[in-house]
């Protein structure tokens, strides 16, 4: 079982392992929430999975370090993994699936482990670690539902209330349940007036609706970017514990989780990768009642494929009000052109891009569907733009 007593001796056993890492105010995310960010994206090996994953492999015994490790995982538990067995000479292998990031699956083999990689989601990928385990008889270690994982994972509710003594709010990212298990576990123990949140991303709730089910329940599919929660079943272990020790969970749009990407790139210089970045697209986008609270919001990971990274930041800030496309109506004639853009520049806004159809079998023969793209400030903005437009007797088809 799960216990105090065993988060503080995991603990003891992560000092000279896992960071501490930082608790810093964020004062421009949201002006209405004493918020701070519990940056785990900064731990060794970008995520908080070095925790849970170190402190179970340690409490293995000779026999079974001798017989090998197994793992399953989209990329942050593999290097948790890989980095443990590595420092303490076990061999590890682990099963990933095949769309997890390419950086995540290069850095779990620099860590150490020999990486199987399985077409499909997570679960496929924990289907064949299971296979290879009965066949090879070395030890299976879950990423989220073991009790000596989500103890390791714990240490980060004690850190917390070590941190911010007087936190009203914590909120914590939902993939598998591990990490708010274990943090809502240590903080509900020590501090019952806390209150705990979780969010999941809105295309792979396997928690939130199990909650509401009222059972562990299973997703036909998942489809995310946030590939380190895209989790088809929570474990039987954790919707125990988030079923008894969690307040709420809540989920989150990929639009909104690419905003509060960008928020943290742009406001607090740091990189969260889309499941790091849940909790504080929950709070961002007002989806808790932490309004006036003194709150933290975990990251959890920030382990992003720049590829991704660059498609998100474009997301982010569509989803923004930071950039914008108005398709225009106008006459085929000299100087329309100009007339949009000089009421766009006198707006404060930017053309980043022209295009001119002419061709749509829907217009009138003397005219022209022009396509434009401009940097904005705001949402604000963008709609001031359309009305400057509009009065100027140009027709925004969209």
Do not use: W
């Amino acid at each position: 079982m799960v216990s105090l007593d065993k988060i503080y001796r995991a603990a003891f056993v992560l000092r000279d392992v896992a960071r501490q890492t930082d608790l810093i105010r964020a004062e421009k995310l949201c002006p209405d929430v004493e918020l701070y960010l519990k940056t785990e994206n900064l731990q060794r090996t970008g995520s908080f999975k070095l925790r849970g994953a170190y402190y179970k492999i340690s409490q293995l015994t000779e026999e079974q370090k001798a017989a090998g490790i197994i793992a399953c995982s989209a990329g942050n538990h593999a290097q948790g993994v890989a980095l443990a067995a590595t420092k303490m000479g076990i061999k590890s292998v682990v099963c990933m699936p095949d769309g997890a990031p390419i950086s995540k699956v290069e850095a779990t083999k620099a860590l150490g482990a020999e990486v199987c990689l399985v077409p499909g989601a997570y679960d496929d990928a924990y289907e064949k670690a299971c296979q290879l385990q009965r066949e090879t008889g070395a030890t299976f270690i879950h990423p989220f539902d073991d009790e000596d994982v989500i103890s390791g994972q714990g240490t980060i509710g004690l850190e917390i209330l070590d941190q911010l003594p007087e936190v009203e709010a914590v909120v914590v990212p939902i993939g598998g349940g591990g990490l708010i298990a274990g943090v809502a576990y240590a903080i509900k123990n020590l501090r019952p007036d806390v209150k705990v949140y979780g969010v999941q991303a809105a295309s792979a709730p396997s928690m939130f609706n199990s909650l509401q089910e009222g059972h562990p329940a299973t997703l036909s599919g998942v489809s995310t970017f946030a590939d380190g929660i895209a989790v088809k079943r929570p474990g039987d272990r954790t919707y125990d514990l988030v079923s008894q020790f969690v307040d709420e969970v809540v989920t989150v749009s990929e639009d909104e989780i690419a905003a509060a990407i960008l928020a943290l790139i742009e406001k607090q210089k740091l990189i969260a990768e889309g499941a790091g970045a849940v909790a504080t697209a929950a709070v961002m986008f007002g989806k808790l009642p932490v309004e006036g609270k003194k709150t933290v919001c975990l990251i959890s990971g920030g382990n992003i494929d720049v590829n991704i990274l660059s498609r998100v930041i474009t997301r982010g800030l569509v989803t923004s009000g930071r950039t914008t496309t108005l398709q225009i109506a106008l006459e085929d004639k000299p100087g329309q052109l100009v007339g949009v853009s000089s009421i766009i520049s006198r707006c404060g806004g930017n053309v980043t891009s022209v295009h001119h159809e002419r061709s749509d079998a829907n217009m009138a023969i003397s005219s022209c569907f022009l396509k434009i793209g401009m940097e904005t400030r705001n949402f604000e903005q963008i709609e001031e733009i359309k009305a400057a437009l509009t009065e100027a007797g140009f027709k925004i088809v969209s």
